[in-house]
């Protein structure tokens, strides 16, 4: 079974920064690509950001190009996701996510998810 366990949300003021993390059981980010989603009370699960386990590439909505920053430790099996700048509107719960293959923006590409972790930003 492939476990994903996130941490690392809050509370913060808007401007202010947080730094999630995706930790997998065993190797299973080797194969796969990981992607950050969100979501909002009463809206849809969002793509945020994304990366190829394997080369490293990276993908981001344009809502947190230049803010977002995703990167992974291959020692720690672990996913980070890089929050600065952030404002009101990033308020939601974070999920991490794996997929066989390539990048996907659609959360029904993903086979395996974690709990959710909570950030909110404040005005």
């Known amino acids: 079974q492939v476990q994903l366990v996130e941490s690392g949300g809050g509370l913060v003021q808007a401007g202010g920064s947080l730094r999630l993390s995706c930790a997998a059981s065993g190797r299973a980010f080797v194969t796969s690509t990981v992607g950050w989603f969100r979501q909002a009370p009463g809206k849809e699960r969002e793509f945020v950001a994304a990366i190829i386990w394997s080369a490293g590439i990276t993908s981001y909505a344009d809502s947190v190009k230049g803010r977002f920053t995703i990167s992974r430790d291959n020692a720690k099996n672990t996913v980070y996701l890089q929050m600065n700048s952030l404002k009101p509107e990033d308020t939601a719960v974070y999920y991490c996510?794996?997929?066989?293959?390539?990048?996907?923006?659609?959360?029904?590409?993903?086979?395996?998810w974690g709990q959710g972790t909570q950030v909110t930003v404040s005005a």
């Open positions: 996510a794996i997929r066989s293959g390539g990048v996907s923006t659609n959360r029904a590409g993903y086979q395996y």
